[in-house]
């Protein structure tokens, strides 16, 4: 299984920026996809997810109304467009998925992802 992300850089506050991830190797019907990130002497944590079905969503309070996730079942790729970017979403992205034991569920937790992409760098100049 390979999770490869991309479209990290580095943008203005105010910008912003389209990750990609394509995944392969698995079934990406069964998946939920989830958004991660983790910034220099920090824990990761979650950002955003979107069920197998991609038909609902759960996001973090602060990405709330700037980040959105989506999905394209036919190029096996979830998205995760993020606008109004401010330096404190500085970080390195990952993209993650979940088997799913419902297409309903968008998992927020760290611990229900068994597979991770490499990560890509997202910075936010002030």
């Known amino acids: 299984v390979q999770l490869q992300a991309s479209g990290g850089g580095l943008v203005q506050a105010g910008g912003s920026l389209r990750l990609s991830c394509t995944a392969s190797?698995?079934?990406?019907?069964?998946?939920?996809m989830g958004w991660f990130r983790q910034a220099p002497g920090k824990e990761r944590e979650f950002v955003t997810a979107i069920s197998s079905s991609g038909e609902f969503t759960n996001s973090v309070d602060f990405v709330k109304g700037r980040f959105t996730i989506s999905r394209d079942k036919d190029k096996k790729t979830v998205y995760l467009q993020m606008n109004n970017l401010e330096p404190e979403d500085s970080a390195v992205y990952y993209c993650?998925?979940?088997?799913?034991?419902?297409?309903?569920?968008?998992?927020?937790?760290?611990?229900?992802?068994?597979?991770w992409g490499q990560g890509t760098l997202v910075t936010v100049s002030s």
């Open positions: 993650a998925a979940a088997e799913s034991r419902s297409s309903h569920r968008a998992y927020t937790s760290i611990n229900s992802y068994r597979y």
């Open positions: 190797g698995l079934t990406f019907s069964r998946y939920c």
